[in-house]
């Protein structure tokens, strides 16, 4: 289903009569692409994600490197794109080495999340880790490193932030040039990340200023550690002013991400429906961290004084582990929702 023939908020999940679909082959959602395409505005070609689903966790939360182990398994295991910024990589000798990181995008497997590269536009930017990087986002929001209270974030942080000498369009879109001939990759695809806030005129501004998409967050991670998130505006306000400004805009190529509340399958489903081309699965994720973690704290209790000693082993090393149960929740999530985007056809 393509943008321009959206269902209407009327006729949501409705899946088509048997008549409609008795006539296509068995085989007809094998050659369909289930995943999300964004457009390169400049080159008119478009780069392909396996599934419309993806996390800000890397980004936005305030210990991102013990959630990368994990992250890496989400995006190869359930092919969910990450927004995760490489310099942290960087400053960890132990961690391994990205399939794209120090290679063209074209080695990495089809099948595998993007890694999306952000950067911040109130940080100086570092053309290197950009030189491979097939997708760019801007984060027009405080760099996490610059948080005064370690451990946990306000909402303030999400208060769009602008460079003075951004701040008209021009100039913001030789911004964008450079970071799009910064990219060895000839089909690069840039966007920006805005809270949700003024949705129909930063939509605009993003548009005029070149992006290819643009991200906008309704619901923004604050911490795993305890489980906390923003809610910053309803979702349906944010998904029908963020469609209206695109469409005035009169370039129709432009994506759309939204990150919001997902709570169940029928959630993603829907905002697939409302004319969103991926979505961010981070508040279901916290919320099974949440609980994963409550379990664990249950069975420590009955632990032996051996698996408590190996526990404390590898806590000494400082290695990050990844969360096997979150990973396999993701995983079952993921295959669910794509049975029933094939029911509705959407």
């Given at each position: 289903m393509t943008k321009k023939n959206k269902l209407p908020a009327s006729a949501l999940n409705r899946a088509r009569p048997l008549a409609d679909r008795i006539d296509l082959p068995p085989d007809a959602w094998t050659m369909r692409g289930l995943g999300c395409k964004l457009t390169c505005r400049n080159s008119g070609q478009s780069?392909?994600?396996?599934?419309?689903?993806?996390?800000?966790?890397?980004?936005?939360?305030?210990n991102p490197m013990e959630l990368h182990p994990t992250l890496e398994k989400l995006r190869r295991n359930c092919g969910i794109s990450v927004v995760e910024p490489q310099a942290d990589l960087l400053e960890q000798g132990t961690q391994p080495q990205r399939s794209n990181q120090q290679s063209s995008g074209a080695d990495r497997s089809m099948d595998d999340g993007l890694w999306i590269q952000p950067v911040f536009v109130d940080e100086p930017i570092d053309l290197q880790p950009l030189m491979h990087a097939e997708q760019i986002e801007l984060q027009f929001i405080p760099c996490h490193y610059q948080a005064t209270r370690p451990t946990s974030y306000r909402a303030?942080?999400?208060?769009?932030?602008?460079?003075?000498?951004?701040?008209?369009?021009?100039?913001?879109?030789?911004?964008?040039?450079?970071?799009?001939?910064?990219?060895?990759?000839?089909?690069?695809?840039?966007?920006g990340a805005i809270a949700a806030g003024s949705v129909y005129e930063d939509v605009r501004?993003?548009?005029?200023?070149?992006?290819?998409?643009?991200?906008?967050?309704?619901?923004?991670?604050?911490s795993l550690r305890p489980a906390k998130s923003w809610s910053l505006q309803p979702i349906d306000y944010v998904i029908e002013t963020a469609r209206r400004a695109i469409d005035d805009s009169g370039v129709?190529?432009?994506?759309?991400?939204?990150?919001?509340?997902?709570?169940?399958?029928?959630?993603?489903?829907?905002?697939?429906?409302?004319?969103?081309?991926?979505?961010?699965?981070?508040?279901?994720?916290?919320?099974?961290?949440?609980?994963?973690?409550?379990?664990?704290?249950?069975n420590e209790d009955y632990s032996s004084f051996l698996s408590g000693y190996s526990r404390q082993s590898e806590a000494s090393q400082g290695a990050p582990r990844v969360m096997d149960g979150l990973v396999l929740a993701a995983e079952n999530w993921v295959e669910e929702f794509c049975a029933l985007r094939r029911f509705f056809e959407i």
């Open positions: 780069l392909h994600w396996p599934s419309p689903i993806y996390s800000r966790l890397g980004t936005d939360i305030p303030d942080r999400w208060i769009p932030t602008l460079p003075s000498d951004l701040s008209q369009v021009d100039r913001m879109a030789r911004r964008v040039e450079l970071l799009r001939h910064a990219s060895d990759q000839p089909k690069v695809v840039l966007g501004f993003l548009i005029d200023s070149g992006l290819d998409y643009v991200n906008v967050l309704s619901e923004v991670a604050a129709p190529s432009v994506g759309l991400l939204v990150s919001g509340p997902i709570r169940s399958l029928d959630d993603g489903i829907r905002m697939l429906s409302l004319g969103v081309d991926a979505f961010s699965i981070d508040s279901w994720l916290i919320q099974q961290q949440s609980e994963s973690a409550t379990a664990l704290r249950a």
